[in-house]
């Protein structure tokens, strides 16, 4: 560039370098990115790939309007029957029941370790909090029919349900997401610099005015993307669903029914037992696209709503 004295300054240093010099490291992680992301698109191709194909060929038997909007889900009877909408209530049951739950207790874990808690405390509940994540759906399941549907439910209410319901699956599906939800949300309204803080409260505001008016709003975008996270697991679930929701397909009415979600059949149907090519082992891949466009269009939602809501600080 030329200056007013007609010199010309001297050339900026390589974005490489705060010194200008290059460094074969940086090189070699960008590297390492590029690979990990054309990784990344190309296992994502696969998958598509992977569900397609076989869905194409189960569609080419079976109609789509019959699969979305059919009632009666038997594809392994005599007179097979294809309708997924029994497996979608089911799983928009333990969902909701999930998100019930989940949403309110961890936002509100979230509120109090950003806002409340000591940081010496925060140091202690965060982590705590986050092994509730890694505890084995498995072991979540168990917890789910013995525990929440055995015994709370059936002895301590007294409610006439059976040995399944997606009430117990759904709440304890709850429990599992909840650290998801709190982690997100608290590291979000982190992120919120002090300055609208000590604003809010130089008008006069209370910790809880200034939580709920000032930095929620402003940490909305990270809590919507949060509960999406959270919305996408719940529907992925396989292991808790498939041992406390139960295993008979038909569309659920009531929480304290039993029935069968999506990822629940797919788990029991992908045992071996369907010969490899037939139209009901092309069931599954069917019932897995369906689950994966489900995901697809939750997760676009989710970056819509984030990119209407974010403010950079």
Do not use: C
């Amino acid at each position: 560039m030329t200056t007013l004295l007609g010199t010309r300054s001297p050339a900026a240093p390589s974005p490489t370098s705060l010194h200008g010099r290059p460094r074969p490291l940086d090189a070699a992680v960008r590297l390492v990115f590029r690979i990990a992301a054309v990784l990344t698109i190309l296992i994502t191709a696969g998958i598509v790939v992977a569900l397609l194909v076989p869905s194409l060929q189960f569609f080419a038997e079976v109609p789509v309007w019959d699969f979305l909007f059919g009632t009666r889900w038997a594809p392994r009877f005599a007179d097979a029957s294809f309708g997924v909408l029994p497996l979608v209530t089911a799983s928009a049951w333990t969902t909701a029941i999930a998100l019930a739950f989940a949403v309110p207790l961890g936002l509100g874990a979230a509120t109090f370790l950003s806002e409340y808690a000591h940081p010496r405390l925060r140091k202690v509940l965060k982590p705590v909090l986050e092994v509730l994540a890694g505890i084995p759906t498995v072991v979540y399941g168990y917890f789910a029919v013995q525990f929440v549907q055995g015994t709370v439910l059936r002895e301590w209410f007294e409610w006439e349900t059976g040995s399944f319901s997606v009430l117990a699956a759904g709440f304890v599906m709850g429990v599992m997401i909840i650290p998801t939800i709190a982690s997100l949300s608290e590291d979000a309204m982190s992120a919120v610099p002090n300055s609208m803080r000590q604003g809010s409260a130089a008008l006069g505001a209370n910790r809880m005015q200034t939580s709920l008016r000032v930095v929620v709003p402003a940490a909305l975008s990270g809590i919507v993307a949060a509960i999406i996270l959270g919305v996408s697991r719940a529907v992925g679930e396989t292991m808790i669903v498939a041992l406390a929701a139960g295993q008979q397909a038909r569309i659920v009415g009531g929480p304290l029914e039993a029935g069968q979600t999506m990822t629940a059949f797919i788990a029991n149907a992908a045992l071996g037992d369907s010969r490899v090519g037939s139209l009901e082992y092309n069931t599954l891949f069917a019932v897995g696209l369906l689950l994966f466009l489900l995901t697809l269009v939750v997760n676009m939602i989710s970056i819509a709503i984030v990119r209407r809501f974010r403010e950079a600080y």
